[in-house]
């Protein structure tokens, strides 16, 4: 890279929440951002971003459209990518039988397909580069059978997996792998997983600015992984050591809707 020259940082789901703050970070410590999401208000984040001198070009792309991902793999050109923060995600609320199969697939394809399949396509040209860094935005909740969050939960159960897995086998190639995983965190997830009428969709939650500082610190440090807040080490903790049924009863007294539902037909 020529001198002077910026490494490019690419970050998915960062149009708000965690990975617009993880955007943030990244804009702050030199890197040339393309930043993506699939909703319009991309644009805003970037417009955001850019105020403070950083170059940010915006993508809007749905990582669960194949097509939608070549887009914006196609966007990085012959740029070598610094840094790839995996951070696109969807939640999912209610119980499994009362959700639209559509919805579940949509986040299955986002949280997985389409991540793996990005991480895949720039993982391979850092391998080829003998350098680079992967920070996934897995979570907590990959530790616990998530009762009304199950399809979400298992999501983030592979991601975590994942992303250890990985950072084996690309232990002596130059290139880290380094999983963040948040707890609970005031962002815009639990309005669009519909899961306002829960205990965890209105406790109080960690803020989204130090959860991404704590995950960018940790991919530059390449650390293997992190778990954001005190409260939710403490979770991690517990989670390794209880039984499986027992975490789905708590975890059911966290997500389960206030009003119960009535049953679709």
Request: hydrophobic residues 35%.
């Given at each position: 890279m020529p001198d002077g020259a910026r490494e490019l940082a690419v970050v998915t789901g960062a149009s708000t929440g965690i990975g617009f703050e993880l955007a943030r970070q990244c804009a702050a410590h030199g890197f040339e951002l393309l930043i993506a999401a699939d909703e319009p208000e991309i644009e805003a984040a970037a417009e955001k971003l850019g105020?403070?001198?950083?170059s940010v070009e915006a993508v809007q792309a749905n990582l669960a459209s194949t097509e939608?991902?070549?887009?914006?793999?196609?966007?990085?050109?012959?740029r070598p990518v610094g840094a790839l923060l995996a951070n696109a995600g969807r939640g999912l609320g209610k119980a499994f039988l009362d959700q639209s199969f559509a919805d579940i697939r949509h986040v299955i394809e986002t949280n997985v397909t389409g991540t793996v399949y990005l991480i895949h396509k720039i993982g391979r040209d850092m391998r080829a580069r003998r350098a680079g860094r992967i920070l996934i935005t897995g979570s907590i909740a990959g530790f616990m059978p998530g009762s009304y969050q199950a399809v979400y939960n298992g999501t983030k159960a592979f991601l975590d997996s994942f992303s250890y897995a990985l950072r084996e086998e690309l232990k002596d190639t130059g290139v880290t792998v380094t999983c963040l995983m948040p707890g609970p965190t005031e962002t815009e997830?639990?309005?669009?997983?519909?899961m306002l009428d829960t205990k965890v969709g209105t406790d109080r939650k960690d803020d989204a600015a130090q959860v991404a500082e704590n995950g960018f610190e940790?991919?530059?440090?390449?650390d293997a992984g992190v778990v954001s807040g005190w409260k939710n080490k403490i979770q991690a903790t517990a989670a390794h050591v209880l039984p499986a049924e027992t975490l789905a009863?708590?975890?059911?007294k966290m997500a389960a809707p206030r009003r119960k539902e009535r049953r679709q037909k």
């Open positions: 105020r403070g001198g950083a939608s991902a070549n887009e914006l793999y196609a966007r990085i050109g012959t997830f639990f309005r669009r997983a519909d940790a991919m530059m440090k390449g009863r708590q975890h059911t």
